[in-house]
């Protein structure tokens, strides 16, 4: 797995168009093995990306738990620590 590709369900405020664009975008250039597609592939890529992105977007609102939403920056300091300690 991508160690880019974020958890984006339950979090308070919800994933933004962005978020899950650009998790999408990780995922179609894990899968496909480029960063940058050349000119002859760049329409399958993008095409690709939208077709993920609207996936993600129909998973992620049509997912439901009675888990109360996670707070982004609390997750985002426990990332940071962890990082912190992995790499010290």
Partial sequence: MCRNIRTLFNFAPPATEDEI????LQFVRKLS?????????DA????AVEEVS???RRLLQSMQTVAPPRDREAVAIKARLKAQQRFA
Avoid: C, H, L
Wanted: net charge positive.
């Fill in 21 to 24: 664009r650009a998790s999408a």
């Fill in 44 to 47: 399958a890529f993008q095409r």
């Fill in 33 to 41: 093995g480029f960063a940058s597609p050349s000119k002859a592939n």
């Fill in 54 to 56: 609207d996936a993600a």
